[in-house]
C-alpha cells in the first residue's frame, strides 16, 4: 500500500531527484513528462520516425498523438485541448499544413500551442507562408539534435 505524500515532502523529493542539474535540464524533463505532442503527417513511416525520435528523447509514449492530415488533426486537437505542439508536414490530402496551421490560427483556443512544420521541399514560399503564421520550418530529414534544442527552448520560453 502507498501512502500519499503532502507537499513538502514532495517539494524535499524533487529537490532530491533534481539535485545539482541546471534550472534548463529541470524544465526539459519537465517539457518531457507533461507535454502532449501531435505529429501530423500523411507518410506512416514518417510519423514512426518522428514518434520514436520524441520517446528516445525522453518523451511519454501515451503523450504522443497520431494523425495523418489536417483534417483528422483537427478532431484530435478537438478531443485533445491539452496539446502543447503540434509537428506537421506540409503536403497531405484533405487539409494540408499551411490550411491546418490557418484554421489553428483562427481559433483562439489553440493561440498559445507550438507549431512546428516539416517538408521536404527547399523553396522560399512555403517557409515565408510559415513565418506568416510564426511557425518555424524545418527540412527533412533534419539533425536531431538542433530539431530537439529548437523545441525545448521554444516550449520552455
Do not use: C, W
Amino acid at each position: 500500500m502507498f501512502e500519499r505524500y503532502d507537499t513538502k515532502e514532495i517539494a524535499l523529493i524533487r529537490k532530491a531527484v533534481f539535485k545539482n542539474q541546471p534550472t534548463q535540464e529541470i524544465e526539459r524533463r519537465k517539457i518531457q513528462f507533461e507535454s502532449k505532442i501531435l505529429i501530423v503527417d500523411d507518410s506512416a513511416t514518417m510519423r514512426k520516425i518522428l514518434k520514436k525520435s520524441f520517446i528516445d528523447f525522453g518523451f511519454e509514449t501515451t503523450n504522443i498523438l497520431e494523425a495523418p492530415d489536417g483534417e483528422d488533426a483537427i478532431y484530435v486537437l478537438m478531443e485533445h485541448s491539452d496539446i502543447s505542439l503540434i509537428i506537421t508536414d506540409v503536403n497531405m490530402p484533405k487539409i494540408d499544413g499551411l490550411g491546418l496551421i490557418a484554421s489553428i490560427m483562427k481559433n483562439h483556443s489553440y493561440r498559445d500551442v507550438n507549431i512546428l512544420l516539416l517538408t521536404s521541399e527547399q523553396g522560399d514560399k512555403i517557409k515565408d507562408d510559415a513565418a506568416h503564421y510564426d511557425v518555424e520550418t524545418f527540412i527533412k530529414p533534419f539533425n536531431k539534435d538542433s530539431f530537439f534544442g529548437y523545441l525545448i527552448k521554444k516550449m520552455v520560453d
